[in-house]
């Protein structure tokens, strides 16, 4: 019976560890991961957001403006137009002399921005600390009227507050007051004649609320606010905060003669996210509403939820999952009852079964006053699995949105994006056994004291507003991900490796099966031979000088990969020789001894991949000095940064593999063949292979890539012939063309013999192996041979 997302739930066990690092970091602006920024020099504060239902405009809220942004290209963000709407010269002066700066208070920051009915939109500033509304033809986007709006959103810029559109009316949670002092929840602008409805003052209804969120629930005609406040409850700890949800019925118009234009529906509830034998995460930061999927039933709405604790010393931050189901329950259940001689609460006594109802507009004196004074659920609203989902020890994240979205094996996953203090987006996966974030995406530098994120499932897009702009961050960029090996092991639900045009590509593109293992990330199993394509690592030549410092670098592909180098001259030096950088760099001389191969592998979730190779020669005092492939190095300039704590050390291991044959294109199956196929990579297994010719060559031999002969493999022997024999005729046309060019161009020079120059030129280019990815085999250098 119960829906499959529920069952999803239930299986994520509350026993939570702490998320684990992000796989990969992007900071700002990095080129792997396009971003698209909006801002202009003359617009500020753009922190309230708001998408057209098409999707094609986003309107925002700044500081003394409204704009309509052009959002319906992927790749560019463009203004559409832009209302200026700020306090005169005697608003700001009047605001001044109350005690405000004018810079930092006096503007109006627009902190409302609703769509009212199909035509206008509502929105709300806080107006030189007086704050005052407007509506909006979207049409002409132009502002139709204002006024002061006391009560609708709050005076001081920096409090939050929540509001929210239905049937044409609006519903509001804010403080009313000039000192932030008095919350108000209200009704506006409400149909049919009604009264306009707000909160009953006479007794504490909330105690120094913070508003997070608001939702409709349109089955129950019920609006929830989302809000930490003091908890009056418990008297015994002071100021202890407690997070809470207020309910109130949509069409209450108050009681007749009392609570008359006041909530009779209004109740409140506490909200726990706590794992246990901890202390509670009682502050919540952020409420984000995911719909049931289309068709379920809308008790299976969900609430996420962003929790802090008051008590945390550090950065930390959990996520709480709520149904609706059980908000509904806990107001359908018993309540507390406000003893106002005493101010103490206690269980209410008898069965008042009005209490929390809706459609108490004839209702009696004597129950409206016994609805005046019950209006705290006795149970608190409890998390799907009991606790939270998420639970981080290392970031303080303040906002959340969710998306939920069908992987290649059919089944439904829950995207988290978690907005943190520092100014990154972590993407979070939760499955059962434990949640990982898939990537960090800096999308601001430095603390935002107001901000939002806005996420659309449809367009693939989440906006943040901030203080300097607005940011569209795609939901994925699959094309992050060059390899069958690196796309898997991303355990990116949106994307997933395309075997036949070998890319790593976002579900949905609809090319038949892609290759995903959200659970495992197994390789092996799922990018079969020929698709698993290697990360592009050519071999890079390096010419040094004898006594040379030689620096060797090797980016992880993910922060979770651990590197390890591997080369045969390890085994026949002492390791001293070799330092290894927290960052994966090999450092050494260059003598006789340490000339050769180096391979640096990377291991991730029990897959190990050579992620860059290297040939240290001595430089020929016949070759000019040549540096070739300057990219082979990593195969991207620098496609991670690392964020997280570094390996303090690289293991070093040592290895017989004289020549280093990237993987892909071997029949062999087995991924981890490569370090493995000569695991037991002792000093032992070295000094057989010191004994055999090709490693006990001279230095000048060893100079000669053709000098390094592999006595493994030798199954490939058909496919190294032939490919040596294309690699040849290639060399040849290459050789013959450039030596035509050479003669065209020194046409018109006199000397049209072929200069020495000329010929030094073609003998180095014999020795450029050609590394384009298509036709990697490091074996194309042996061409003298
Ligand atoms: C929408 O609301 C505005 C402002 O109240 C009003 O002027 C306009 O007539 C309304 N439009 C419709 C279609 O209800
Ligand atoms: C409630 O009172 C109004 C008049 O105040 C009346 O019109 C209505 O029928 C009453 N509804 C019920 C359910 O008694
Ligand atoms: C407005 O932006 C400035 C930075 O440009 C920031 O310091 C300030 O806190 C912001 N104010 C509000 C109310 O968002
Ligand atoms: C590692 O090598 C890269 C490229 O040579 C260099 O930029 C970086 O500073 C090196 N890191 C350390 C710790 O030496
Ligand atoms: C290095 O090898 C060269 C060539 O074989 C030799 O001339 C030189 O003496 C060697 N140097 C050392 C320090 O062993
Ligand atoms: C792959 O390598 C592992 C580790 O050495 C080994 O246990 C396994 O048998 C190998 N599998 C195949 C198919 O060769």
Redesign the pocket.
């Known amino acids: 019976m119960a829906p499959a997302a529920v069952i999803l739930l239930l299986c994520l066990l509350s026993a939570v560890n702490s998320l684990p690092p992000p796989r990969t970091s992007f900071l700002l602006n990095s080129a792997d991961r396009p971003l698209v920024h909006f801002s202009l020099p003359d617009v500020h504060n753009t922190t309230t957001l708001l998408l057209s239902e098409d999707g094609s405009t986003l309107y925002i809220g700044a500081r003394d403006a409204v704009l309509s942004l052009d959002v319906s290209q992927s790749d560019v963000i463009s203004l559409k137009k832009k209302v200026v709407w700020g306090p005169t010269k005697n608003e700001i002066l009047s605001c001044q002399n109350k005690g405000k700066t004018p810079e930092v208070d006096c503007p109006n920051f627009v902190r409302v921005l609703q769509r009212i009915n199909s035509t206008h939109l509502y929105t709300c500033g806080s107006y030189a600390y007086s704050p005052h509304d407007a509506f909006i033809d979207t049409d002409s986007f132009s502002m139709v009227q204002h006024g002061a709006a006391k009560g609708r959103c709050p005076f001081d810029p920096l409090q939050r507050n929540t509001a929210i559109t239905a049937d044409g009316e609006l519903f509001t949670a804010t403080t009313s007051d000039f000192r932030g002092v008095k919350p108000q929840i209200s009704r506006h602008f409400s149909r049919d004649g009604r009264p306009d409805v707000s909160q009953d003052s006479s007794v504490g209804l909330l105690e120094e609320p913070v508003f997070v969120g608001s939702s409709l629930d349109p089955a129950e005609k019920k609006l929830y606010f989302f809000f930490s406040e003091v908890g009056k409850e418990f008297s015994y700890i002071n100021e202890l905060r407690v997070a809470r949800v207020a309910q109130i019925c949509k069409d209450d118009v108050g009681g007749q003669r009392i609570l008359q234009k006041k909530w009779t529906s209004f109740a409140k509830a506490p909200v726990l996210c706590q794992s246990p034998k901890q202390l509670p995460f009682n502050v919540l930061q952020d409420v984000f509403t995911l719909q049931p999927p289309a068709g379920d039933d809308s008790s299976e709405t969900l609430f996420y939820g962003v929790f802090t604790s008051q008590w945390s010393s550090g950065p930390e931050s959990a996520v709480c999952i709520f149904t609706l189901q059980d908000i509904r329950t806990a107001f359908g259940g018993s309540y507390r009852n406000f003893d106002t001689q005493n101010h103490q609460w206690d269980l209410m006594q008898g069965q008042h079964s009005y209490v929390g109802k809706c459609g108490l507009n004839n209702a009696t004196d004597a129950e409206l006053n016994q609805v005046k004074k019950s209006f705290l659920t006795s149970s608190s609203v409890n998390p799907v699995a009991n606790g939270p989902v998420v639970v981080s020890s290392e970031q303080t994240y303040s906002r959340v949105a969710a998306m939920r979205t069908e992987a290649a094996d059919g089944k439904d996953y829950t995207v988290l994006f978690l907005l943190s203090e520092s100014g990154f987006l972590h993407k979070v996966v939760l499955v059962k056994g434990g949640s990982w974030v898939v990537e960090e995406i800096q999308v601001f530098t430095g603390p935002q004291l107001v901000k939002s994120i806005l996420l659309s499932p449809s367009k693939g897009v989440l906006y943040v507003g901030t203080s300097q702009g607005v940011t569209a961050v795609p939901v994925a960029t699959c094309s992050v991900y060059k390899t069958c090996s690196q796309c898997v092991l991303a355990r990116d639900p949106l994307c997933g490796w395309d075997a036949t045009r070998r890319v790593c590509a976002g579900l949905g593109s609809g090319s038949g099966s892609l290759a995903q293992d959200l659970e495992n990330g197994n390789v092996k199993e799922k990018c079969q031979r020929r698709a698993r394509a290697q990360l592009d690592t050519g071999k890079t030549e390096l010419n040094v000088r004898l006594n040379e410092a030689v620096?060797l670098?090797c980016v992880k592909p993910s922060n979770l990969a651990t590197l390890t180098w591997t080369s045969p001259q390890f085994s026949r030096n002492q390791d001293k020789l070799f330092i290894q950088?927290?960052?994966?760099?090999l450092?050494f001389f260059a003598t006789n001894a340490t000339f050769g191969t180096y391979h640096c592998e990377a291991e991730e979730a029990g897959y190990t991949e050579v992620v860059a190779s290297y040939d240290v020669q001595q430089i020929s005092p016949m070759r000019p000095r040549t540096n070739i492939n300057e990219r082979g190095v990593s195969g991207n300039d620098e496609p991670y940064e690392e964020i997280t704590t570094k390996e303090p050390e690289i293991p070093v291991k040592p290895s017989d593999t004289d020549d280093f044959m990237t993987e892909p294109e071997s029949d062999d199956n087995n991924e981890t063949a490569i370090p493995t196929q000569d695991s037991g990579l002792s000093s032992v297994q070295f000094t057989d292979l010191a004994r055999i010719p090709s490693a006990g060559k001279s230095p000048e031999s060893r100079n000669e890539p053709l000098g390094e002969i592999r006595k493994e493999k030798s199954y490939h022997s058909e496919l190294v012939v032939v490919s040596l024999l294309l690699v040849f005729c290639i060399c040849i046309l290459i050789l013959c063309g450039l030596h035509m060019w050479r003669q065209s161009k020194t046409a018109n020079k006199v000397d049209s013999q072929v200069s020495p120059g000329t010929g030094k030129k073609s003998k180095s280019m014999e020795s450029v192996p050609s590394l384009s990815p298509e036709d990697a085999d490091p074996e194309v250098k042996v061409v003298q041979g």
Do not use: E, T
């Open positions: 620096n670098q950088s927290a960052d994966g760099n450092s």
